[in-house]
């Protein structure tokens, strides 16, 4: 198993711009984490869901953030539009079930020029 | 509001001496507490949680509820403990809701 699938591992992009963040979590897990890190806040959870339902969104910043997760084996984190303050390293992570160990893939450095 | 503080940003020591990294929360309920470790060029991964109460790469960590922490310890650091460390709750309610601290990086010097 390749663990958690992030794409793309680095995105450059200038303000204004739509921002599209993939996650594939590990097969069978039923829950997935998006988390932003940067050096002001460090790691802060932004959304999770649970069987593909939004559980917990108390962390998206605004309603320029959005996430989705249309199936059990994928899941969007979009910005739009992105600011320079977006910029930040991006995880996903996935468990069994909400309260099982997180599993993170290999995260997304932002960049908003 | 719940908080996980870990006051050191960069701990130095000698391979071969005892390394604490420390780890105070704040939550007025039944916490579970974790340790991530996040090696150079490699994923953040799971450590230890102190459910298991278990000794992961010679590292252990106690629960104190008395004193709110879930310090780190191991009493010989090997240069290949060199990494960022994390210490992370979550609420006895909120599932999987990992509340971070800040991290401390550790560096074992030969």
């Known amino acids: 198993d390749a663990g958690v699938i992030q794409s793309p591992r680095h995105e450059v992009t200038e303000m204004g711009q739509e921002v599209t963040l993939r996650c594939k979590p590990i097969s069978g897990h039923n829950s997935l984490f998006w988390y932003r890190q940067t050096m002001m806040r460090g790691l802060e959870l932004l959304i999770y869901f649970n069987n593909n339902v939004p559980i917990d969104d108390s962390g998206m910043p605004e309603d320029r953030f959005s996430a989705k997760m249309p199936n059990a084996s994928f899941s969007t984190l979009k910005i739009q539009p992105s600011e320079p303050r977006d910029s930040a390293v991006y995880f996903c992570?996935?468990?069994?079930?909400?309260?099982?160990?997180?599993?993170f893939g290999p995260g997304t450095r932002l960049t908003v020029l | 509001a719940q908080r996980v503080t870990q006051p050191e940003k960069l701990l130095s020591v000698f391979k071969g001496a005892p390394v604490e990294l420390k780890c105070n929360y704040s939550?007025?309920?039944?916490?579970?507490l974790f340790w991530y470790v996040q090696y150079s060029r490699q994923r953040l991964q799971l450590l230890l949680r102190?459910?298991s109460r278990e000794s992961i790469k010679g590292f252990t960590a106690d629960l104190n509820k008395g004193e709110t922490s879930f310090h780190l310890k191991k009493p010989f650091a090997q240069e290949e403990d060199s990494a960022m460390y994390y210490c992370?709750?979550?609420?006895?309610?909120?599932?999987?809701?990992?509340?971070f601290g800040q991290g401390t990086e550790l560096s074992v010097k030969p």
């Open positions: 992370a709750l979550i609420r006895g309610n909120q599932g999987g809701k990992l509340i």
């Open positions: 992570a996935s468990s069994l079930g909400h309260g099982d160990e997180q599993f």
């Open positions: 939550y007025s309920g039944s916490p579970e």
């Open positions: 102190h459910i």
